[in-house]
């Protein structure tokens, strides 16, 4: 059975850092695609960050310099490392996994169940 | 960047009727588009992918359908756990969503 389970949320100060780990089991995290999606409190989704199998990393411009993605191979785990944190950065932050359907095209099939953080003085 | 609208914000609709989601894009994305259902305090769930294909495990009763730039989610007869928000997507690009409340 696939499953995602982040950790790591939690509150903290502007100008803070904060790094998220989502653990993966039933699937390989380094064969798939692998994103971070956010949601602000009340608000709509929001992509973040994409880790390709082969290593290729891409950000949105909102987070792009602060944060940084990557994974563990033999603890089959991702990561998001946010530095640099903003008030506009508090969200619920979630893994998901990318499948490739027959058209080629990508989609989000798996999602962890989110942590929240939350960045306030 | 492809930027999504999403019609209506909020559909207000009884159980056992059809609700009908719109989805449009500020340029043509062919037949790849999905849709998402998220629940209050639960993370999205994959419903439809390539703007027609109901994903592992989905009902008969959520179908999809469009190409080019206009695209909807039908709902045949709501069950009472389809009330809920709505999002398509393209790309990595999500639309703003459509909530499907209870009247």
């Known amino acids: 059975e696939v499953q995602l389970v982040e950790s790591g949320g939690g509150l903290v100060q502007p100008g803070g850092s904060l790094r998220l780990p989502c653990a993966a089991s039933?699937?390989?995290?380094?064969?798939?695609?692998m994103s971070w999606v956010r949601q602000a409190p009340g608000k709509g989704l929001e992509w973040v960050s994409v880790?390709?199998?082969?290593?290729?990393?891409y950000y949105a411009d909102s987070v792009k310099g602060r944060f940084t993605i990557s994974r563990h191979n033999s603890k089959n785990t991702l990561y998001l490392q946010m530095n640099s944190l903003r008030a506009e950065d508090t969200a619920v932050y979630y893994c998901?996994?990318?499948?490739?359907?027959?058209?080629?095209?990508?989609?989000?099939?798996?999602w962890g169940q989110g942590t929240l953080v939350t960045v306030s003085s | 960047e492809i930027v999504l609208t999403q019609s209506p914000a909020t559909l207000s609709l009884s159980p056992g009727e059809r609700a009908t989601l719109s989805c449009r894009a500020s340029?043509?994305?062919?037949?790849?588009l999905a849709w998402y259902q998220q629940k209050p305090g639960q993370a999205p769930r994959l419903l439809i992918y390539?703007?027609?294909n109901r994903a592992t495990g989905i009902p008969a009763r959520f179908s999809g359908s469009g190409s080019g730039t206009d695209f909807t989610l039908t709902i045949s007869s709501l069950e009472p756990e389809d009330f809920a928000v709505y999002y398509c997507?393209?790309?990595?690009?999500f639309g703003p969503g459509t909530k499907v409340d209870i009247k």
């Open positions: 340029q043509s994305v062919s037949s790849y």
């Open positions: 880790i390709y199998s082969g290593g290729s990393t």
């Open positions: 998901a996994r990318e499948v490739q359907a027959s058209s080629g095209w990508y989609y989000f099939d798996y």
């Open positions: 997507q393209q790309r990595r690009v």
């Open positions: 390539d703007a027609s």
């Open positions: 039933g699937f390989t995290v380094s064969s798939n695609y």
